[in-house]
């Protein structure tokens, strides 16, 4: 009897970091490098539909945005409540379905649009760097709905004690349970997250988001710390409220100040 075929081998470049380290990460959970890319693949053939689908969508609600209120594409949006569920695709449905009103809000320390954003985890002791970079799913989407350049990097390694990158357009996630981490993120005042930034003039450049690796570690909290580093304050009835439930969108106002389409 013959041999059965095998599915063709493919070459591919990869830096030794990331290789490494997603080869570690998949043997933990009894897999091979082999059957994350083809996780990875099926994924982004999924979201480049996602995207192909909605596009139509976002250009009518930009034609006619007196017909797709806030309140409506909000009601619908998962509530504060350490949503860990979150994906691309909702992210993509969410911004496709807010309108960009004529009043953006005003931002502190604006993200150039020019400024590729480059996100590199890092997960203190304890904590599982699969489940960071699948919270980060909500917020690349959203982000790169909103015409951003996103790449999720390898993970960095811990240290404590974070501060904003030197690296410009460098996003640190540090995840963290650690006594000194806490103190810096005010987890005693109840915060989950805390973010720092770095600026030139009137831009930030970089930055580095300390998240409380029990409560903080959500779709919606990362994007609500995203919004931050994108230049917005706090604000009430959206992602960016600074306690309580809301959406996890910006309103018309703030997805105004921030796209850049």
Request: proline residues 6%; aromatic residues 4%; negative net charge.
């Amino acid at each position: 009897m013959p041999n059965q075929p095998k599915t063709p081998a493919r070459t591919v470049r990869v830096d030794d970091e990331l290789w490494n380290a997603v080869r570690r990460e998949a043997e933990a959970k009894g897999e091979n490098v082999s059957d994350v890319v083809r996780q990875a693949l099926r994924k982004y053939l999924g979201l480049a539909l996602v995207v192909l689908t909605l596009s139509g969508c976002a250009a009518q609600a930009s034609a006619s945005p007196a017909t797709a209120p806030v309140a409506a594409a909000s009601a619908a949006s998962p509530e504060w409540n350490g949503a860990t569920t979150l994906t691309a695709a909702d992210a993509l449905a969410a911004v496709a379905a807010t309108p960009v009103s004529d009043t953006p809000a005003k931002l502190e320390g604006a993200w150039g649009c020019s400024t590729p954003i480059t996100v590199r985890p890092e997960a203190g002791p304890g904590v599982e760097i699969g489940e960071v970079y699948h919270q980060l799913d909500y917020s690349v989407g959203y982000l790169t709905a909103l015409g951003y350049r996103v790449a999720v990097g390898a993970p960095a390694a811990y240290e404590p004690n974070a501060e904003a990158p030197a690296k410009v357009g460098t996003v640190t996630i540090v995840v963290t349970s650690q006594p000194q981490d806490q103190e810096q993120l005010g987890a005693a005042q109840g915060n989950r997250a805390v973010t720092l930034t770095s600026e030139e003039g009137t831009r930030t450049t970089s930055a580095a988001i300390v998240v409380d690796a029990k409560r903080g570690l959500a779709g919606d909290i990362l994007l609500h710390e995203f919004g931050h580093v994108l230049g917005l304050d706090h604000k009430d009835g959206t992602v960016m409220q600074a306690e309580g439930a809301s959406p996890v969108v910006f309103d018309a106002d703030e997805t105004a100040a921030v796209t850049c389409h």
